[in-house]
């Protein structure tokens, strides 16, 4: 594997921060000696890294690494050290390009919480290849965007394929219960995304463009999922998800990455559910929610929920295949039992780490969740991060 021998098995880059520390955290409570694994924490001040490290309780010898994304030197570094490279230092359209190229150079496997699908594409096309020859596999997109979505899809067309013998050609996804919103660093995100959207046609092409992230393959007519409409199979009015643009572009990856084993007419889209009355209400909220420019309530970079509000949010996701022979139907549910932007992304983003320096092998590449960990990350996430993945 890429990296063995080196001083660290994963670097949490980013650790100051809001979601960043909530990592650090979770794997210095849940990885304690003698199973854990050789960890760092990385940012700019080794000041307020040696602060963060004391408050979370983690042992006093966690080593701190100096990292600035404005210092591609300190990155190349920091990445010949690990064998995983951890970051929640976005947006990373402006913060991530370097950090990415350092990575598939040293071959180091990398995760992050992507979910910025023009970006996305323009790391793939840069550096896949080197990606590939060093062995480093890059993973974007680990935390709720988008593995309950990805893995969501993996695991239900893994239920259709073992009952009939060939993957649904069509799939909805759609939330049914969420408490807890996006994060800081999500809504910096777009910020940047619809920033670079006005200074580019070419972003604003990959933006609507549902196969973006499949060099080389265009799939049939997707549903745009902006328009409120009644889903029958729920009994409820499904109205715009604001995950949905990135989300869906990454379950198409995952299904060429994995050889098109859904097949390559495979129709996916994402929505929420709610109630007839609440319907109209809520898709205004939604629509307006795309544009992150919009009102000064948001959570800023760093800021973030307290530990109740973490701890009292959840989410139920709903999965449906449709198309399927005899016109049956079949469901699976993924739940997660933390607010969706921080307490169950820590969580997520720390596992699909451990997976891949423990449990997965696999060619260098740029990957998604679903396509580099399978049913090894699922199996991860249900016996640690509080997420389940059933057929209903």
Same mark, same amino acid.
């Given at each position: 594997?890429?990296?063995?021998?080196?001083d660290?098995?994963?670097?949490? +880059?980013?650790?100051? =921060?809001?979601?960043?520390?909530?990592?650090?955290?979770?794997?210095?409570?849940?990885?304690?000696?003698?199973?854990?694994?050789?960890?760092?924490?990385?940012?700019?001040?080794?000041?307020?890294?040696?602060?963060?490290?004391?408050?979370?309780?983690?042992?006093?010898?966690?080593?701190?690494?100096?990292?600035?994304?404005?210092d591609?030197?300190?990155? $190349?570094?920091?990445?010949?050290?690990?064998?995983?490279?951890?970051?929640t230092?976005? /947006?990373y359209?402006?913060? =991530?390009?370097?950090?990415?190229? $350092?990575?598939?150079?040293?071959?180091?496997?990398?995760?992050?919480l992507?979910?910025? /699908?023009a970006?996305m594409? +323009?790391?793939?096309?840069?550096?896949?290849?080197?990606?590939?020859?060093?062995?480093?596999?890059?993973?974007?997109?680990?935390?709720?965007?988008?593995?309950?979505?990805?893995?969501?899809?993996?695991?239900?067309q893994?239920?259709?394929?073992?009952?009939?013998?060939?993957?649904?050609?069509?799939?909805?996804?759609?939330?049914?219960?969420?408490?807890?919103?996006a994060?800081?660093?999500?809504?910096?995100?777009?910020?940047?995304?619809?920033?670079a959207?006005?200074?580019?046609?070419?972003?604003?092409?990959?933006?609507?463009?549902?196969f973006?992230?499949?060099p080389?393959f265009?799939?049939?007519?997707?549903?745009?999922?902006?328009?409120?409409?009644?889903?029958?199979?729920?009994?409820?009015?499904?109205?715009?998800?604001i995950?949905?643009?990135?989300?869906?572009?990454?379950?198409?990856r995952?299904?060429?990455?994995l050889?098109?084993a859904? #097949? !390559?007419?495979?129709?996916?889209?994402?929505?929420m559910l709610t109630?007839?009355?609440?319907? @109209?209400?809520? @898709?205004? !909220?939604?629509?307006?929610k795309?544009? /992150?420019?919009?009102?000064? $309530?948001?959570?800023? /970079?760093? !800021?973030?929920?307290?530990?109740?509000?973490?701890?009292? #949010?959840?989410?139920?996701?709903?999965?449906?295949?449709e198309?399927?022979p005899?016109?049956?139907?079949?469901?699976?549910?993924?739940? =997660?039992d933390?607010?969706?932007? +921080? =307490?169950?992304?820590?969580k997520?983003?720390?596992?699909?780490?451990?997976?891949?320096?423990?449990?997965?092998?696999?060619?260098?590449?740029?990957?998604?969740?679903?396509? @580099?960990m399978?049913?090894?990350?699922?199996?991860?996430?249900? @016996?640690?991060?509080?997420?389940?993945?059933?057929?209903?």
């Amino acid at each position: 594997m890429a990296g063995i021998g080196r001083d660290f098995d994963i670097v949490v +880059y980013g650790a100051t =921060g809001f979601t960043g520390r909530l990592v650090a955290e979770y794997l210095a409570a849940n990885y304690p000696a003698p199973d854990a694994p050789r960890w760092a924490m990385a940012g700019r001040s080794l000041d307020k890294l040696a602060r963060i490290r004391d408050e979370i309780d983690a042992p006093a010898d966690t080593p701190l690494i100096t990292a600035d994304a404005s210092d591609p030197t300190s990155l $190349a570094q920091m990445a010949a050290q690990s064998r995983v490279v951890l970051t929640t230092v976005g /947006p990373y359209q402006l913060y =991530g390009n370097e950090l990415v190229a $350092a990575c598939a150079q040293a071959g180091t496997d990398y995760v992050d919480l992507c979910g910025e /699908p023009a970006w996305m594409r +323009y790391m793939i096309d840069a550096h896949e290849a080197a990606a590939k020859t060093s062995g480093a596999r890059i993973v974007f997109s680990c935390g709720f965007d988008s593995i309950p979505f990805d893995m969501g899809v993996h695991q239900l067309q893994k239920a259709v394929i073992a009952k009939h013998g060939k993957p649904a050609p069509r799939i909805k996804g759609r939330v049914r219960k969420m408490r807890g919103g996006a994060s800081g660093g999500t809504v910096a995100s777009m910020k940047a995304t619809m920033a670079a959207a006005t200074k580019s046609l070419d972003v604003v092409r990959l933006l609507k463009d549902p196969f973006s992230l499949t060099p080389g393959f265009s799939g049939p007519h997707q549903p745009s999922g902006l328009v409120p409409e009644y889903d029958r199979s729920e009994g409820v009015w499904a109205v715009p998800f604001i995950m949905a643009p990135i989300n869906t572009k990454n379950v198409h990856r995952s299904n060429q990455l994995l050889g098109h084993a859904w #097949g !390559e007419d495979l129709v996916y889209d994402e929505m929420m559910l709610t109630t007839l009355g609440e319907a @109209a209400h809520a @898709a205004v !909220e939604a629509l307006a929610k795309l544009n /992150p420019f919009g009102g000064d $309530a948001s959570p800023e /970079p760093g !800021e973030g929920p307290s530990k109740e509000e973490r701890e009292n #949010g959840f989410y139920e996701i709903v999965f449906t295949a449709e198309e399927l022979p005899g016109g049956e139907t079949m469901k699976l549910v993924v739940t =997660g039992d933390r607010d969706p932007g +921080y =307490g169950s992304t820590s969580k997520m983003i720390a596992e699909s780490a451990l997976c891949l320096l423990r449990d997965v092998k696999g060619d260098g590449g740029i990957w998604t969740p679903a396509s @580099a960990m399978g049913d090894a990350l699922v199996a991860r996430l249900e @016996a640690n991060a509080g997420l389940t993945f059933k057929v209903e």
